[in-house]
């Protein structure tokens, strides 16, 4: 079985999957198709629908010179799917340009996996996707990704949470690049929720940004940023996160830790909270540490040696920082972990 | 040949010797339990055998199984088969469940070994992070009955917690033994020792040295009338 077949398998539900600029495999599920459910490429749903092109660059800023080369997803509401629907992206040469644009409507419920991949003679990939729901729309939307050290990596996603929506991001690098400048944007609704979150274990000699943004516009909406990152030996990290509230009654809170398994690493966060009207409470924590001894030690004392012992308190600290996964991907989740953890202390 | 045995040992902790002089043999299958004050160096003691950094053992000598501990590190001394259920601990940033997980893979045990100890509320959370003390007692001593140890080193299973967690960590040092290993139990007040099957000897630290031994009754007798500090000055009466 090849591994595209194996991917369409494990998707379940959907799978659009395209290398460098080839739409290589589009399944959709019949009984999704018959009840509305559209997954195309972008150019083919601007092409055929006006309301696709007006969306183009509303959650994001325009990007002169991306063209609308990736992919497009619409689910018609009321569709509640507890399989994922997939998207891969993988650069095998050059440079990718990649814009995808999701639009789930009323009321539906989905699962979203994006996996990108590089090879080693992907020089860079630039990922652009916008995100849309509808009044009382859920989205859980998990970037599970794996590149090469040589690839130079952006990716910006900005999401539009509609009223009573409720939007969840998982983001998390099982192999990290040299370079990556990662930026995420929600813009909440009246009533709407969104929880961006990040666990990311930066190489050797890496420099990562991964910005984090939620701007509470609806009032009584509500939104949390959680990121735990690890930084080895030589890494450079930047978190810069931000929660903006511009509507009474809504709430945030940023919770954001790093930890530095080698002096010679790098972690800046800088968490930041805007209140522009009264009636919103706005929280922050953020922590920045190392292993302590004593933990390490106790460990050792149970039997571990200290690479092993090392590992399980970089999966620890990884493991806090997950929240609000659906079920089905739990055992995905357990095992992205145990790679994490390994690839940490080498 | 003992189990374990300690030849004048003495331990110093930042620079001052906290264990002064303890010479002691554990046969394996024994069950030893060592009373005595705080700051007695009790605990010292045992961190000492566990090898843990910051517990150094400056004159005499650790065997066991006749090796020399001196050039192992905790975790050799782990495989060895040494465990140790710590009195007191700050939180580790591990799961309980995922440590429950790693120690049976590690060691071949299953989590059926340490059914009834009362800990199904507490495995989804960081390892004694926001546990009372009777949760901490209980799953220092699960931990520790998961590692099939030779030697079982407790320190204080009994202390500030009530008396339905020590019926419990009686429940567990008896496992323990059932299974074969020799346990060093260190307490204050013997009490968890009127839950255990058997004790086989028991010994007095006062001060860094161990001042008496013999039978346990007894030497809580001993310690009620004479207190520790007189056990010090005079040593134990004999036993009739």
Redesign the interface.
Known sequence: MSIIDELARAGGTALYLQRNYDVLRRVVADSLRRRGLILEPLSEAVEKRSWVRKLLWRALPKEEGVKPYGAFLYVPPGLRIQAPLTFCFVVSEAEQLVHNVIVIDEGSDVLVTSACASTKRGEAHEGYTEVYLRRGARLNYVMIHSWMRETRVTAKTGVEVGEEGSFTQFYTCLKSPSSLTSDSRALLRQEATALLSTLYVASPSSSTTISSTIILAGEGSGGEVLARAVAVKGATLRLPTRIEARAPGSRGHIECRGLQLSPDSRIETTPALYSLRGGSQLTHEAAIGKI????L??????????EE?TS??V???L??GIRGLPEVMKPQVDAILSILARKAVG | MALLELRNVHVAVAGRRVVRGVNLEVDRGELHVLLGPNGSGKSTLLKAIMGIPGYSVVEGEIRFEGRDLRDFKPHERAKMGIAMAYQSTRPIGVTLSRLIRELCRLYGSSPADISGLGLEGLLDRELHRGFSGGESKRVELALTILQRPKLALLDEPDSGVDLESIRVAGKAINRLVERGAAVLLVTHTGIVAEYLRRVDEAHVMVDGKIVASGELPHLLREVRVKGYSGLARGGANEHN
């Not at chain 1, 030690?297 to 200290?306: A, D």
């Open positions: 302590s001894e004593e933990e030690y106790y460990l050792m004392s149970r039997g571990f040696t200290e012992a399980l308190l999966r620890g600290f493991e806090t």
